[in-house]
């Protein structure tokens, strides 16, 4: 496996603008999901219809920063995100933690835009690292990382790691894994990352859960992740 290097500032983004289409459908039993879909078609997914969209707002400030940075504001421009959260008061602080309590699902999806110089070098690890947390690293330098003090992310677990069947072009990658995350319980993250065809952009989706959490509410996580999908446009 190749290992990319990721310091502090753990991977540049810059993101597509689209804009996203929701729709909400009852099946057998009452049970209904919200399905997600860039406007350019590519990218979707669904989640279950009882959760909540994060705060665009809050969310922007959790994924990009201080908004007041030119850097952070340039990031916004050229961004495109969503969240949805399992519990009944959605925080964007759930991204990364429950904060402690109870636990539910949260869902965050992500279209990022290459550079030219980035299309050159994208890589699998490159769609390991995709959501900015520090999958693919070597042990020297997540040994660093995690003496650098306030850095939120220990003990890196590796659960699976599955590198899709490409299909019409599109590469993608399913990485399961575990963080303690600002020293409270283990956290799992299920990512899955696609290259659009074009090599142009990489659509990501990570949902995260406490240990248990994510061992309870299997079936509905499973769901999720599969239902995420990038598809070629024609022509």
């Known amino acids: 496996m190749e290992r990319t290097r990721v310091g502090s500032r753990l991977i540049a983004m810059a993101i597509a603008a689209v804009t996203v289409v929701t729709v909400t459908s009852a099946g057998c039993g009452g049970a209904s999901f919200t399905y997600v879909m860039g ?43 969503v969240a949805y959260d399992g519990y009944e008061n959605p925080s964007a602080d759930h991204l990364f933690d429950a904060g402690g309590g109870s636990d539910k699902p949260f869902v965050f999806a992500m279209v990022t835009n290459l550079t030219e110089g980035q299309r050159d070098a994208v890589s699998l690890d490159g769609l390991r690292n995709s959501a900015g947390l520090p999958v693919a690293v070597d042990d020297e330098l997540r040994g660093q990382m995690e003496k650098t003090p306030g850095y939120p992310f220990k003990d890196f677990e590796l659960l699976s790691d ?8 599109v590469r993608g990658v399913h990485v399961v894994y575990n963080f303690k995350v600002q020293g409270g319980p283990v956290q799992t993250f299920d990512q899955t990352a696609y290259l659009a065809a074009d090599g142009t952009r990489v659509s990501v989706l990570l949902i995260r859960c406490s240990a248990a959490c994510y061992r309870s509410e299997a079936k509905a996580i499973g769901g999720i992740a599969q239902s995420f999908k990038v598809k070629r446009l024609p022509g």
Not at 42 to 53: G, N, T
Not at 162 to 169: A, F, W
């Open 39 to 81: 406007s350019d078609g590519q990218s979707y997914f669904k989640v279950p219809a009882a959760w909540r969209q994060v705060d665009q707002k809050a969310l922007d400030r959790k994924v990009f920063g201080d908004l007041n940075s030119a850097t952070a504001q340039l990031r916004k421009k050229l961004s495109w995100t």
């Open 162 to 169: 599955e590198v899709l069947p490409p299909k019409d072009g």
